[in-house]
């Protein structure tokens, strides 16, 4: 101890140096820490919230999207900045006010006594206010971070309404922390209408007191209190009762600051009373939520009221219904059948599908009443379901639908309108405010987000094709293809669907299918409308598929007595690129329609929509660019030892797509089939077409760059903009893909 304090300069000789600098600066230190602790909550809301605008791409996708909107839409963000800058200073003031725990003292000398009591009393004034300030300050910081990733590829107009949001933000932070050091002079001084204002914002407990508790604080500080509670009881109602709603009033920028400054009243109570009266209540609050996790699961999968509707075979469908009335081809000719697989990724999976095959139909209305099947993964299956609904609902001609300021038409127009739409919003609102409530109770009573999204394109339909269109996507799954079964023919099919999800039990497919199939035609899967006891809306088979890691949580599948017999996850887990059951499919229709290989030619069309997947070819692509020592695609060394099998892990999902995808290709290229008319000459037996998207992200096209799109369920006009591009042809290898795919139709 003598050592330390010769080291601090105490023993009545000099300082010592270095070793006495750092001591100092150690204290210092100490003093901080001590700080924090009571307003760690605070804090961590700060932290998390700002990663999760700044950290991930959908999140700077929100805040491009909510520039590219009107004024209302950044006002409301600054005013969600607002509460919740308010709320973490506020907060973090009043728990270091009433924290109970003996301050550090580090030395006995009186003198650095008055200098660390000085220091503390400095970091309790300055640690609140940073906290507050910090909310503008990181939002101008995700704006330049906006601006420096994006900004080539907005418009002009986008690109200053960027640079004004990161100054206005800028500037908010400035002014907050000057309210906020002048609050307690300069209000008195208003007239007396301002007493209410005063009562509300120059709170600030006495520094000279002892408070016992909240309870125990003045009584304008405990209205502010109550008031911030109230707020955050009110944001959770509206979140719970209308979150498709709340959603478009507000939008998700709104909802995931707000929802950061509304737990704020929740969690630092908590804190303080754990910390002052020294019980583990943080801890016994964490052995809670384990324990419930065992009885208050709220992700039953939304059922009907109806059993499904009777569903033919795979190859019943085929022969009896689709190929029924179709013209015999010439000698020595092939009838085209094409299946589509689909890739996940979200709203951006989700347009581009719906993009490329509406595109198709506009150009060919025959074209849907050649696709046999559709095999969907994640957004993908949003987009070919968005599809199937506008061919059922516009049989005899093209869809009108209401774009944003005139009636348009066209199934790709009528499709971008309804996925252009936000489903992030409803999304954040049922899992920052119910289903996070609902962890914390014994029993499910509360709704489930996966509702939510439902729910959001539910209403993104509605919105865009009227509440009078013949079809909706709450229409019964098994029953949107709207005709019975037994009258479908070549004459009014519409393609089935095959939506694919993930077994958490075995981590095999679970599919949703508008065809019953056995175990023996898509291997080592579940017909997923055969198990359950009733029918789902055609928005809910979706979300089988659709269950994105966190974002959604797992669906509980019921069986005939109500006890579920399986959880369903999203079908990327198992594999992206729905090429898997698209090669059942063929296989299947191969191994069970008679001479289906000389009959007919299955082309099978690829939608791809990772900017990281270069086409079925990238690996022998990959394999030349090593022999010639470009070791580009090499893992970073860092964290090697722990993060080498965390990342071969996550990359086999991708690995299994692209094996998928070429063992489909070589299928259709490498098999040959003999002609009859000509046993000795031999063509491929299908072609295989590829969809991709962002091949070269950042190439400059006109006046805007190019956008490769983040994963999530909010697409910025920049970003429909590029999708536009490659899907309308802008990009070479799908002008060829177009070219293609139309030669092979005819």
């Given at each position: 101890?003598?050592?330390?304090?010769?080291?601090?300069?105490?023993s009545?000789?000099?300082?010592?140096?270095?070793?006495?600098w750092?001591?100092?600066?150690?204290?210092?230190?100490?003093?901080?820490?001590?700080?924090?602790?009571?307003?760690?909550?605070?804090?961590?809301?700060?932290?998390?919230?700002?990663?999760?605008?700044i950290?991930?791409?959908?999140?700077?996708?929100?805040?491009?999207?909510?520039?590219?909107?009107?004024?209302?839409?950044?006002?409301?963000?600054?005013?969600?900045?607002?509460?919740?800058?308010?709320?973490?200073?506020?907060?973090?003031?009043?728990?270091?006010?009433?924290?109970?725990?003996a301050?550090?003292?580090?030395?006995?000398?009186?003198?650095?006594q008055?200098?660390?009591?000085?220091?503390?009393?400095?970091?309790?004034?300055?640690?609140?206010?940073?906290?507050?300030?910090?909310?503008?300050?990181?939002?101008?910081?995700a704006?330049?971070?906006?601006?420096?990733?994006?900004?080539?590829?907005?418009t002009p107009?986008?690109?200053?309404?960027?640079?004004?949001?990161m100054?206005?933000?800028?500037?908010?932070?400035?002014?907050?922390?000057?309210?906020?050091?002048?609050?307690?002079?300069?209000?008195?001084?208003?007239?007396?209408?301002?007493?209410?204002?005063?009562?509300?914002?120059?709170?600030?407990?006495?520094?000279?007191?002892?408070?016992?508790?909240?309870?125990?604080?003045?009584?304008?500080?405990?209205?502010?209190?109550?008031?911030?509670?109230?707020?955050?009881?009110?944001?959770?109602?509206?979140?719970?009762?209308?979150?498709?709603?709340?959603?478009?009033?507000?939008?998700?920028?709104?909802?995931?600051?707000?929802?950061?400054?509304?737990?704020?009243?929740?969690?630092?109570?908590?804190?303080?009373?754990?910390?002052?009266?020294?019980?583990p209540?943080?801890?016994?609050?964490?052995?809670?939520?384990?324990?419930?996790?065992?009885?208050?699961?709220?992700?039953?999968?939304?059922?009907?009221?109806?059993?499904p509707?009777?569903?033919?075979?795979?190859?019943?469908?085929?022969?009896?219904?689709?190929?029924?009335?179709?013209?015999?081809?010439?000698?020595?000719?092939?009838?085209?059948?094409?299946?589509?697989?689909?890739?996940?990724?979200?709203?951006?999976?989700?347009?581009?599908?719906?993009?490329?095959?509406?595109?198709?139909?506009?150009?060919?209305?025959?074209?849907?009443?050649?696709?046999?099947?559709?095999?969907?993964?994640?957004?993908?299956?949003?987009?070919?379901?968005?599809?199937q609904?506008?061919?059922?609902?516009?049989?005899?001609?093209?869809?009108?639908?209401?774009?944003?300021?005139?009636?348009?038409?066209?199934?790709?127009?009528?499709?971008?309108?309804?996925l252009?739409?936000?489903?992030?919003?409803?999304?954040?609102?049922?899992?920052?405010?119910?289903?996070?409530?609902?962890r914390?109770?014994?029993?499910?009573?509360?709704?489930?987000?996966?509702?939510?999204?439902?729910?959001?394109?539910?209403?993104?339909?509605?919105r865009?094709?009227?509440?009078?269109?013949?079809?909706?996507?709450?229409?019964?799954?098994?029953?949107?293809?709207?005709?019975?079964?037994?009258?479908?023919?070549?004459?009014?099919?519409m393609p089935?669907?095959?939506?694919?999800?993930?077994?958490?039990?075995?981590?095999?497919?679970i599919?949703?299918?508008?065809?019953?199939?056995?175990?023996?035609?898509?291997?080592?899967?579940?017909?997923?409308?055969?198990?359950?006891?009733?029918?789902?809306?055609?928005?809910?088979?979706?979300?089988?598929?659709?269950?994105?890691?966190?974002?959604?949580?797992?669906?509980?599948?019921?069986?005939?007595?109500g006890?579920?017999?399986?959880?369903?996850?999203?079908?990327?887990?198992?594999?992206?690129?729905?090429?898997?059951?698209?090669?059942?499919?063929?296989?299947?229709?191969?191994?069970?329609?008679?001479?289906?290989?000389?009959?007919?030619?299955?082309?099978?069309?690829?939608?791809?929509?990772?900017?990281?997947?270069?086409g079925v070819?990238?690996?022998?692509?990959?394999?030349?660019?090593?022999?010639?020592?470009?070791n580009?695609d090499?893992?970073?060394?860092?964290?090697?030892?722990?993060?080498?099998?965390?990342?071969?892990?996550?990359?086999?999902?991708g690995?299994?797509?692209?094996?998928?995808?070429?063992?489909?290709e070589?299928?259709?290229?490498?098999?040959?089939?003999?002609?009859?008319?000509?046993?000795?000459?031999?063509?491929?037996?299908?072609?295989?077409?590829?969809?991709?998207?962002?091949?070269?992200?950042?190439?400059?096209s006109?006046?805007?760059?190019?956008?490769?799109?983040?994963?999530?369920?909010?697409?910025?006009?920049?970003?429909?903009?590029?999708?536009?591009?490659?899907?309308?042809?802008?990009?070479?290898?799908n002008?060829?893909?177009?070219?293609?795919?139309?030669?092979?139709m005819?």
């Amino acid at each position: 101890m003598a050592g330390i304090q010769r080291m601090r300069g105490t023993s009545g000789g000099p300082p010592r140096g270095f070793l006495w600098w750092m001591a100092r600066r150690w204290d210092a230190v100490q003093d901080l820490w001590w700080t924090l602790k009571p307003v760690r909550f605070s804090l961590l809301t700060v932290i998390v919230g700002i990663l999760a605008l700044i950290a991930s791409g959908q999140g700077r996708e929100v805040l491009l999207a909510t520039a590219e909107g009107d004024w209302l839409d950044s006002a409301m963000l600054f005013v969600a900045v607002l509460i919740w800058a308010t709320f973490a200073w506020f907060w973090a003031r009043v728990a270091l006010q009433i924290d109970a725990r003996a301050k550090p003292v580090h030395t006995d000398d009186s003198a650095e006594q008055i200098t660390g009591a000085c220091r503390l009393h400095a970091l309790e004034k300055a640690v609140p206010r940073l906290l507050g300030v910090s909310a503008f300050v990181l939002l101008a910081i995700a704006y330049a971070i906006v601006l420096w990733l994006d900004g080539e590829a907005v418009t002009p107009k986008t690109r200053i309404r960027l640079w004004a949001l990161m100054a206005v933000f800028a500037i908010g932070a400035a002014a907050f922390h000057w309210a906020i050091r002048v609050r307690r002079e300069v209000l008195p001084k208003r007239r007396p209408g301002m007493r209410l204002v005063e009562r509300l914002f120059a709170v600030e407990p006495d520094a000279t007191r002892d408070y016992g508790g909240f309870l125990a604080l003045p009584s304008n500080a405990r209205l502010y209190l109550g008031l911030t509670i109230a707020a955050a009881i009110l944001a959770f109602t509206a979140a719970t009762l209308w979150p498709v709603g709340m959603a478009r009033a507000v939008g998700p920028g709104f909802i995931l600051i707000v929802a950061a400054a509304t737990l704020i009243p929740f969690g630092t109570p908590l804190v303080s009373l754990s910390r002052n009266r020294d019980l583990p209540i943080l801890t016994v609050i964490a052995l809670l939520v384990v324990l419930f996790s065992l009885w208050n699961n709220n992700h039953e999968v939304r059922l009907l009221d109806r059993e499904p509707a009777p569903r033919r075979n795979i190859q019943f469908a085929f022969e009896a219904q689709w190929a029924q009335g179709r013209p015999i081809p010439a000698e020595g000719q092939r009838s085209p059948v094409l299946i589509v697989a689909t890739a996940g990724g979200a709203s951006r999976a989700a347009y581009l599908t719906a993009t490329v095959l509406g595109m198709m139909q506009d150009e060919n209305p025959a074209f849907a009443r050649q696709v046999f099947a559709i095999s969907g993964v994640s957004g993908g299956s949003l987009g070919a379901a968005v599809f199937q609904a506008l061919v059922a609902a516009s049989p005899d001609g093209s869809p009108m639908c209401q774009g944003p300021d005139r009636q348009e038409s066209g199934f790709a127009r009528c499709a971008q309108l309804i996925l252009q739409q936000d489903f992030l919003g409803p999304t954040l609102a049922g899992l920052l405010y119910p289903d996070l409530v609902q962890r914390f109770l014994p029993f499910p009573v509360l709704p489930d987000r996966a509702a939510a999204i439902e729910r959001a394109w539910e209403d993104a339909w509605v919105r865009v094709m009227g509440s009078k269109a013949p079809v909706r996507l709450t229409d019964a799954f098994t029953e949107i293809r709207g005709r019975p079964e037994a009258l479908l023919t070549s004459a009014n099919w519409m393609p089935l669907l095959f939506l694919n999800g993930t077994s958490v039990a075995t981590g095999s497919r679970i599919i949703a299918s508008q065809a019953q199939f056995e175990g023996h035609e898509l291997p080592d899967s579940l017909d997923m409308m055969g198990l359950l006891p009733r029918d789902v809306r055609l928005s809910t088979a979706v979300d089988m598929s659709t269950r994105f890691p966190y974002v959604e949580p797992a669906g509980v599948l019921p069986g005939a007595k109500g006890e579920p017999w399986d959880r369903i996850v999203d079908g990327g887990y198992f594999e992206n690129f729905g090429a898997t059951t698209a090669f059942d499919i063929l296989r299947t229709l191969r191994s069970g329609v008679k001479e289906f290989d000389h009959r007919y030619r299955p082309i099978v069309v690829q939608i791809s929509n990772d900017s990281g997947y270069q086409g079925v070819d990238s690996e022998e692509e990959r394999w030349r660019r090593i022999k010639k020592g470009d070791n580009r695609d090499a893992p970073e060394n860092y964290l090697h030892e722990t993060k080498d099998p965390l990342l071969a892990f996550a990359e086999t999902r991708g690995a299994r797509g692209r094996y998928a995808v070429k063992a489909l290709e070589r299928t259709l290229v490498e098999t040959k089939v003999r002609l009859r008319t000509n046993e000795a000459q031999s063509e491929p037996l299908g072609v295989f077409i590829e969809f991709r998207i962002f091949n070269q992200a950042k190439e400059q096209s006109g006046e805007i760059a190019a956008k490769d799109p983040p994963l999530g369920w909010r697409l910025s006009q920049a970003a429909r903009i590029a999708i536009d591009r490659q899907a309308l042809g802008a990009d070479g290898n799908n002008a060829e893909s177009f070219a293609k795919l139309r030669a092979a139709m005819h």
